[in-house]
Nanobody, 125 residues
Framework: QVQLEESGGGSVQSGGSLRLSCAASVHSFAFSRYRMGWFRQAPGKQREGVAAIDDDGTTNYADSVRSRFTISQDKVNDAVYLQMTSMKPEDTGMYYC?????????????????WGQGTQVFVSE
């Protein structure tokens, strides 16, 4: 079991950047074996996978954010990050960090058993 806490959300204008952080409360050794994902949920829409990273560093991105967002992890500090650039109003939503000890940089919600509480992101025109 791992507890996750997101931070870094806020308001930004279209074209701007934000960096989200997710701190994991798990021993460094165990964290290195987790796959991590970022998901988001826009108002009135279902939660969707945005980016994921496997324990070997393999990454996976939704088509809507590829080349604009970058997921990375810090195994020393048990953290994962989502660098968001060239942001668009459609990037607005609650962003969640998720973790699972199974392999594969999946963007499917059902493959993650540990979730944070989320951090809000708003992108204005």
């Amino acid at each position: 079991q791992v507890q996750l806490e997101e931070s870094g959300g806020g308001s930004v204008q279209s074209g701007g950047s934000l960096r989200l952080s997710c701190a994991a409360s798990v021993h460094s050794f165990a964290f290195s074996r987790y796959r991590m994902g970022w998901f988001r949920q826009a108002p009135g829409k279902q939660r969707e996978g945005v980016a994921a990273i496997d324990d070997d560093g393999t990454t996976n991105y939704a088509d809507s954010v590829r080349s604009r967002f970058t997921i990375s992890q810090d195994k020393v500090n048990d953290a994962v990050y989502l660098q968001m650039t060239s942001m668009k109003p459609e990037d607005t939503g609650m962003y969640y960090c998720a973790a699972d000890s199974r392999v594969g940089a999946s963007l499917m919600e059902r493959y993650y058993r540990n979730w944070g509480q989320g951090t809000q992101v708003f992108v204005s025109e």
